[in-house]
């Protein structure tokens, strides 16, 4: 129970069961980063997925992981928390409509949960649901987090219920109305999670959600929590708190508050007395202080939730939140609350954030559980050390007050519906024109916006009016915002991408990537093995045929295909594709379609493999070769 040596991976967390793919993904987070977005559907299609860092290498495997699964995944993130990535991949394009960037119902909050939830289907048409509750967003932060994994189960002791209404309530707070297709999609999965019932993992033995903040503003959150007087023992993990939350909860003899050493200064002696306080040691940590992320503050920073909470503290280190409460009045019984919610004021009266509470034997389920190694094990008590909080210095606080005034603004100009108005200039060349009304910026700020297909000096002064001159396909609906306020040791620089409506003379940017991708017959080769062998690996089989395959493609086109190719490498996997799921075949079709609609690259695709096509869907699917013309010009 929550042992430091367990390491489970958000792609392992996503991959579909056996026997399994997914219908429908909606996620939740407070920062997104759109490389880290790329993961789901490569966990999706994949059955070996690597880490993001590596997925430049295979261009061909994740355009086809993108295409057949971004559509019913669906991102509901912070507006203005999308991270500036440090370079622009044309794959991004195809993540544009799943991103959607929403505001809480109170004005006063932030949206902060981390949640996945997953609907897979069998062949037969049965579903089984899957939620993801943990501490981390959707990032490549460096941190200790927490993720709990709960699947569906009729006989499983927890409601979806609470699940539903969150999902449910998620489109209500996009800034702007989602698409129709997408609204529905969402809402269906909320319905299907109403009817779920889910297992808690052991040794735990009952469980319950807890969304907060759907309503607005709750003042009587922290109710759901027992009081003081009713716990035994405490153990409580935050990276960011608020003294009033901290003497609230601090219940029992012994009580232990792990967090980061800026927070318990910011807290303070005072605010921190009667707690054990912990930090982890520095070996835990080492290492990622330094590592590189694409963080929404410069200083691999994070955005604030409150005055004295998250803004300007690290975004690496420790990053869970969860308190273990052993209770008094119930034999042997212990309380686990894990989830987005630090403990804070603001993320339990005003946030909106997604917790679980779960219960299980104290033996198993309680602090010394956690704390002391066990079965082999790591303990919490060997990654911490004790910490003596002190006064934090001038600078730090007002760091804090400048990244909460640059917030604020971001999330204003994303909120003022900025647009983008594009005019052809040519067949090469179409102006870009920011049509925004700018909301007043802190005094003193300096404001910089740039397209992010452009490089950074081309950023301008932020204004109504605004122009760039660009190629087609670098029009985009991102806007880097960049923003610098204060001075010496107290100086802030946030940067974000707020997301632009695009109207006017706009070309099709999806296609435009599939002809700069595929612009060799090798490469077109190499894609259409790809798209029709992928899916017949079930988790955890090997992969060696498919990279096998693939080998036999390398170097070819370059000379000629050869008259084998079609036998050897193509007729195969095309003929286990036709016999297998038809909605699949549906996907692929749709795939290929759009790879036919462009002459640039029909003209790559080898004549006999598109008369083979067309005759293996006339036999096993005539629909969906019907659809597939269709979709033809």
Request: charged content about 25%; glycine content about 8%; hydrophobic content about 45%.
């Amino acid at each position: 129970m929550l042992d430091p040596g367990i390491q489970t991976v958000l792609a392992d967390a996503l991959r579909p069961p056996e026997g399994t793919r997914v219908d429908q993904a909606v996620a939740t987070t407070y920062s997104l980063n759109l490389t880290a977005m790329l993961l789901a559907p490569l966990a999706f299609a994949l059955a070996d997925p690597e880490g993001a860092e590596d997925l430049h290498r295979d261009p061909f495997a994740l355009l086809d992981a993108v295409q057949r699964h971004i559509g019913h995944t669906t991102v509901f993130v912070q507006a203005g928390g999308i991270a500036v990535p440090r370079s622009h991949s044309r794959i991004f394009t195809f993540l544009e409509d799943s991103v959607v960037p929403v505001e809480p119902p109170s004005d006063q909050g932030v949206f902060h949960p981390k949640v996945w939830a997953v609907r897979f289907v069998h062949d037969d048409g049965t579903h089984r649901h899957r939620l993801l509750i943990g501490s981390r967003n959707l990032t490549l932060d460096d941190s200790w987090d927490t993720l709990l994994v709960l699947d569906e189960d009729p006989d499983g002791p927890v409601d979806g219920g609470p699940a539903a209404d969150f999902v449910a309530a998620l489109p209500g707070m996009a800034l702007d109305e989602m698409p129709g297709e997408r609204r529905s999609a969402v809402l269906a999965l909320a319905d299907s999670l109403r009817h779920a019932r889910f297992a808690v993992p052991a040794p735990f033995t009952d469980g319950r959600l807890l969304p907060l903040g759907l309503a607005g503003e709750n003042g009587h959150a922290l109710d759901e929590l027992p009081s003081a007087h009713r716990v035994r023992r405490t153990l409580a993990i935050t990276p960011f708190a608020t003294a009033d939350v901290i003497v609230r909860l601090r219940g029992g003899t012994e009580p232990l508050l792990l967090s980061r050493p800026e927070q318990l200064d910011l807290l303070g002696p005072a605010g921190c007395e009667g707690w054990d306080t912990r930090v982890l040691h520095d070996d835990m940590t080492s290492g990622l202080e330094d590592a590189p992320a694409d963080g929404v503050l410069e200083g691999e920073t994070e955005q604030s939730e409150a005055p004295d909470s998250e803004s300007s503290l690290r975004s690496t280190g420790l990053h869970a939140k969860t308190v273990v409460m052993d209770l008094l009045g119930q034999r042997e019984r212990s309380l686990v609350v894990t989830g987005s919610a630090n403990l804070s004021r603001p993320a339990w009266t005003r946030n909106v954030e997604f917790n679980a509470v779960l219960q299980g034997p104290t033996r198993t389920c309680g602090v010394a559980a956690a704390l002391e190694p066990r079965d082999g094990g790591v303990g919490l008590d060997q990654v911490m050390t004790r910490y003596a909080p002190a006064e934090p210095d001038a600078d730090l606080r007002a760091q804090i007050a400048g990244s909460l005034e640059l917030e604020r603004f971001h999330r204003a100009v994303a909120a003022a519906s900025p647009t983008l108005v594009v005019t052809a200039q040519g067949e090469d060349e179409v102006r870009g024109e920011l049509a925004v009304v700018v909301p007043q910026a802190p005094e003193g700020a300096v404001t910089t916006a740039r397209l992010l297909t452009l490089q950074a000096d081309a950023a301008v002064p932020l204004a109504d009016g605004t122009a760039w001159t660009v190629a087609p396909k670098n029009v985009t609906p991102f806007l880097v915002l960049e923003n610098r306020l204060g001075s010496g040791e107290a100086k802030v620089t946030r940067r974000c991408l707020v997301t632009l409506r695009l109207e006017g003379d706009l070309t099709d940017r999806r296609q435009a990537y599939l002809e700069e991708l595929l612009d060799s017959e090798s490469a077109v080769l190499r894609y259409l093995a790809l798209l029709l062998g992928i899916d017949e690996h079930a988790p955890g089989e090997d992969l060696a045929a498919e990279a096998e395959a693939l080998e036999q493609l390398d170097g070819l086109g370059e000379g000629g295909h050869g008259g084998a190719w079609t036998d050897v490498v193509l007729f195969e996997p095309l003929m286990r594709a036709s016999v297998g799921d038809v909605d699949a075949l549906a996907a692929v079709a749709g795939q290929v379609a759009a790879l036919r609609r462009s002459e640039k690259v029909r003209a790559l695709i080898p004549a006999e493999f598109e008369q083979m096509w067309d005759t293996v869907l006339s036999v096993v699917a005539p629909d969906v070769l019907a659809l597939s013309r269709e979709e033809r010009p």
